[in-house]
């Protein structure tokens, strides 16, 4: 082996793993569906008691206005004054953020 291919072979090698190395630190991961629900729970349970919940773990494609991003869909039932309410969220897929919270 000549030392030129050896040299090839070590550049393609270094070029892969740096190649690697980007892609993999650029992969964005998912905020896990469940914990999105347990702080929107908590929260709805700092204004009073939650009769149910829910969330869809596949994400949807959200875009308003700029922002395009994924989102977990769910909601929140509650009895008040003798009324059910119901709550439905968005929340961002990455971060965990509530985008929008709507009674319905």
Do not use: C
């Amino acid at each position: 082996m000549k030392n030129r291919d050896l040299l090839i072979g070590f550049a393609a090698g270094a070029a892969a793993a740096y190649i690697a190395k980007e892609v993999y630190e650029n992969k964005q991961t998912l905020y896990p569906a469940d914990d999105v629900l347990k702080k929107v729970k908590q929260s709805f349970k700092e204004e009073g008691p939650i009769d149910g919940s829910w969330i869809f773990m596949k994400t949807e494609p959200y875009n308003q206005h700029a922002v395009k991003t994924d989102v977990y869909k769910g909601g929140i039932t509650r009895h008040r004054d003798d009324e059910l309410e119901q709550y439905e969220f968005l929340a961002d897929a990455y971060t965990g953020a509530v985008l929008e919270v709507t009674k319905s």
